[in-house]
């Protein structure tokens, strides 16, 4: 399955959001951004004014989340970023593509069909 499919997934058990560090231009010009629209919320760095791997960036989505910070599970494929993430509280995963995410989504807890 592909990220479509595993957000739409997940999005059965639990409030699903993306924060991506983007700027406007690169925002508007792209295609790409179609994935964005499956997810609950939206974070954009340029909309934030905050980027990761900045420790007040991952707060300010917790908050507009309205969600304790160890409550959020993140998963990046920078392991910078997901240093960042866990120092300030979050359960912070390094994966690489969408199996690893399912695979980080599993053990996280989530009842999700495990690949094939």
Do not use: Y
Request: proline share 3%; hydrophobic share 45%.
């Amino acid at each position: 399955q592909g990220a479509e499919e595993l957000v739409a997934e997940v999005r059965h058990h639990t409030t699903t959001a993306c924060f991506s560090n983007t700027n406007s231009l690169h925002w508007e010009a792209g295609s790409q951004w179609a994935l964005m629209g499956h997810f609950d919320r939206t974070f954009l760095s340029f909309q934030l004014g905050r980027i990761k791997p900045d420790a007040d960036a991952f707060l300010a989505v917790a908050s507009e989340l309205g969600v304790e910070a160890h409550r959020i599970l993140f998963l990046d494929d920078t392991l910078v970023n997901v240093e960042a993430g866990r120092s300030v509280g979050l359960r912070a995963e390094r994966v690489s593509g969408v199996a690893g995410a399912r695979r980080a989504l599993i053990q996280a807890g989530l009842p999700l069909a495990t690949p094939s």
